[in-house]
């Protein structure tokens, strides 16, 4: 069959956008395995899928697939992209939506500047709600990861996330302790790891290593989280400035009990038809 697809990215974050509304999507994992291949399909880091609303009260459905075929409860720079997506495309006219997601709904909005503000939701801590195997909540988790142990704060932004604070990101051991904490046994449906070098108070810079992906330029869930981390660390201030390799996000969090606002780019590359 043929699919048409929209090739965008959020700082480098890339997916293949899918419409799900105006055409029948049902793809096995090896199918969303060859779209993701950056040498033999369109390559990305995450497929994104379009669909209608399953629920009263929201505009769109949002499914994330990762490159290795597994669905996923949320992405951020998706997110953004998503919002972009579904605008360009003539789905919508409302600049901002609100999206139902595995893990609850999100609302994108469209800012004049072209750049994209989302409502991320409320952070969750609890270990059941992240998962994370532990008899405590505390902010700061030890975690044996091979032969060294190192602290963590355990957040889920809709999917989980393990941060911890590095001296420098550039020597960080994003490749070596990366793997590791994805698929340690505490963490049962694995964890999104981030290494945050801490600026100044308003101020981070962030690698991420992705659960299924692996390293990716920008993780717009990693760096919601890396914020409100470092903020229950008592090391930043809202909002911050997270720089990654791929560019900048500004991220917003006014404490406990209140969602997580991320702001920027979203970014079109192209568009075409592959042959499944």
């Not at 009260?57 to 579904?86: K, L, M, P, S, T």
């Not at 994003?174 to 793997?179: D, N, S, T």
Request: charged share 25%.
């Amino acid at each position: 069959m043929k699919l048409k697809f929209t090739k965008m990215h959020g700082l480098g974050n890339d997916f293949v956008v899918l419409d799900g509304v105006r055409q029948h999507i049902d793809l096995t994992p090896e199918q969303l395995r060859f779209l993701a291949d950056r040498h033999f399909g369109v390559g990305c880091d995450q497929i994104l899928l379009v669909q209608a609303p399953t629920r009263a009260g929201v505009d769109f459905r949002y499914r994330i697939f990762n490159a290795d075929g597994g669905e996923v409860e949320q992405c951020g720079n998706g997110a953004r992209c998503f919002a972009r997506f579904v605008h360009d495309a003539g789905l919508t006219d409302k600049r901002e939506i609100r999206v139902e997601t595995q893990r609850g709904i999100i609302a994108p909005r469209l800012e004049e500047s072209g750049e994209v503000t989302v409502d991320m939701g409320e952070p969750r801590f609890r270990p059941e709600e992240i998962p994370f195997v532990s008899d405590s909540d505390a902010v700061i988790q030890p975690l044996q990861a091979g032969a060294e142990t190192v602290d963590v704060t355990v957040v889920s932004m809709g999917n989980p996330h393990a941060v911890q604070v590095v001296d420098d990101v550039a020597t960080a051991p994003v490749e070596a302790l990366g793997p590791v904490i994805e698929t340690h046994e505490r963490f049962p449906q694995r964890v999104n790891v981030g290494f945050m070098e801490v600026e100044n108070r308003h101020a981070i810079k962030l690698r991420v290593f992705e659960r299924g992906t692996g390293e990716t330029l920008a993780c717009g869930t990693g760096a919601c989280a890396a914020v409100v981390a470092g903020i229950r660390r008592g090391l930043l201030d809202s909002p911050v400035r997270v720089g990654t390799r791929g560019g900048e996000l500004s991220i917003a969090w006014g404490g406990p009990g209140q969602p997580v606002l991320m702001t920027g780019p979203a970014v079109t590359v192209f568009s075409g038809e592959i042959q499944l």
